[in-house]
């Protein structure tokens, strides 16, 4: 158990909707990464934030965003849902904002395993 | 563009022999690497790091060797035991000013014979 918890654990939903994906980092992790893992693309970085403030963006689609709140949980939000975002979708929490010299490890969640249909 | 791989999707190995899984990169700007095992239905689970600045890392059962030259890395498990069924990615982090990202192969999927 890493210590990072994500809400819910399946999600099926049709094309068009929206969801959100709600992530609780690790005690005392101030920074929260999203990734992708979809069968033919692999672990995809998607965005980071580190104390409320958005710090490192990958291929992000625009219909995505996420946030985080000031008790360091996060959401990602996934808005007109098309097929091809079925996937699973991993948050990660680390202690530091990480950039520069700063090298530490990233903890994963369970996921989050979303089916468009 | 693939910048981190994983060149063998399968390994398999006898329980108590060594198994050897192999990385390779091509971005010269990552200065920390690191190795993570998934299990079916739950998320990657860290295994072993290694900065650029080293070129061995030990953790038990479990080495990481990091030959920069040839941007290539490994992850030696001995003695290798059933357990250690799972898939292990290699990610690899990039210097940049702000913020951190993970670059990740595509995995190989050990299995370890009793």
């Known amino acids: 158990d890493s210590g990072v918890t994500q809400t819910p654990k399946h999600l099926i939903t049709a094309t068009g909707q929206r969801v959100t994906l709600r992530c609780s980092p690790r005690?005392?992790?101030?920074?929260v990464y999203w990734y992708q893992q979809s069968l033919d693309q692999g672990l995809q970085f998607l965005i980071q934030?580190?104390?409320?403030?958005?710090?490192a963006k990958g291929n992000i689609l625009e219909r995505f965003s996420a946030q985080q709140f000031p008790d360091l949980h996060s959401e990602l939000n996934l808005s007109s849902l098309e097929l091809g975002d079925s996937a699973l979708y991993f948050c990660?929490?680390?202690?530091?904002?990480?950039?520069?010299?700063?090298?530490?490890?990233?903890?994963f969640g369970p996921g989050t395993r979303l089916l468009v249909l | 563009d693939q910048q981190v791989k994983q060149n063998s999707p399968s390994l398999s190995v006898q329980e108590g022999r060594i198994s050897i899984l192999n990385c390779d990169y091509t971005n010269s700007m990552f200065d920390y690497f690191l190795w993570y095992k998934k299990y079916p239905a739950e998320g990657p689970t860290f295994l072993i790091s290694i900065s650029s600045i080293k070129d061995k890392n030990e953790d038990g059962r479990f080495t990481v060797f990091l030959n920069k030259s040839a941007k290539h890395l490994s992850l030696h498990i001995v003695p290798s035991q059933p357990g250690d069924s799972a898939v292990y990615f290699c990610?690899?982090?990039?210097?940049?000013?702000?913020?951190?990202?993970?670059?990740f192969g595509e995995g190989t999927q050990l299995t370890v014979n009793p």
């Open positions: 990660a929490s680390s202690v530091a904002p990480g950039g520069g010299l700063i090298q530490e490890t990233q903890y």
């Open positions: 934030y580190y104390n409320g403030e958005e710090r």
């Open positions: 005690s005392g992790d101030l920074s």
């Open positions: 990610a690899a982090r990039g210097i940049e000013t702000s913020g951190s990202r993970l670059t």
